[in-house]
């Protein structure tokens, strides 16, 4: 299908996808990149569905989806703040600040030495990122993303040995 056509079926398809948008947020901004995110994963099959009577039911999973998926990594960012700052978990007052600049340079090295690919790989899958999603952003099988994500975890595991709790 021709660009001028997509153009006119989501013009038409706006309000419907605002008013979905609307279901999951109230705010003006993340309604627009929720839609405008739904309507880039829809072009990748919008031809198979152009005339399907179940088009918006299709844009509604893809929002949907979208909407969880963003949920569950902010959910997972929140979680790992959380856990960092509170004292039960880690005892702030037998660091002091030599100390974290220390941890904090060491955690830097051992990201530094294993490949950026992997690294960048391994920061998505720490913000949350399903790993299909980062295989599709860096075009990948899911199955080498998987074993990109467990090498690189034992490679940090292994220079950061130090720091592990016996």
Same mark, same amino acid.
Not at 39 to 50: D, N, Q
Not at 62 to 67: A, F, R
Not at 97 to 100: C, F, L, R, T, V
Not at 146 to 159: A, D, E, G, Y
């Given at each position: 299908m &021709? ?5 006119? +079926?989501?013009?038409?398809k706006?309000q419907?996808?605002?008013h979905?948008? %609307?279901?999951?947020t ?6 627009e990149?929720l839609?405008?995110?739904? +309507? $880039?994963?829809? +072009? ?17 999973v ?6 969880i998926?963003?949920y ?5 960012k929140?979680?790992?703040y ?11 007052? %037998?660091?002091n600040?030599?100390?974290?600049k220390?941890?904090?340079?060491d $955690?830097?090295?051992? +990201?530094?030495?294993?490949?950026? &690919? ?5 920061r ?7 790993y299909h ?7 990948l ?26």
């Open positions: &021709e660009n001028a056509n997509l153009n006119v +079926l989501f013009k038409e706006r419907l996808l605002n979905f948008a %609307s279901q999951f109230s705010d003006y901004d993340e309604k990149d839609i405008q995110e739904t +309507l $880039i994963r829809a +072009l990748k099959s919008v031809h198979s569905f152009i005339n399907d009577p179940k088009l918006m039911t299709w844009l509604y893809i929002m949907k989806n979208i909407y998926n963003q569950r990594r902010e959910r997972r929140h979680m790992i959380e856990d960092c700052i509170h004292t039960d978990h880690f005892d702030t007052t %037998s660091f600040s030599n100390e974290y220390m941890i904090h340079d $955690i830097q090295k051992a +990201l530094n030495s294993i490949p950026v &690919e992997n690294a960048e790989i391994f998505l899958h720490l913000d949350g990122y399903k999603e980062i295989a599709e952003t860096f075009n099988p899911e199955g080498t993303v998987k074993s990109r994500i467990h090498l690189t975890r034992k490679v940090l595991q292994q220079k950061l040995k130090m720091y592990q709790s016996s």
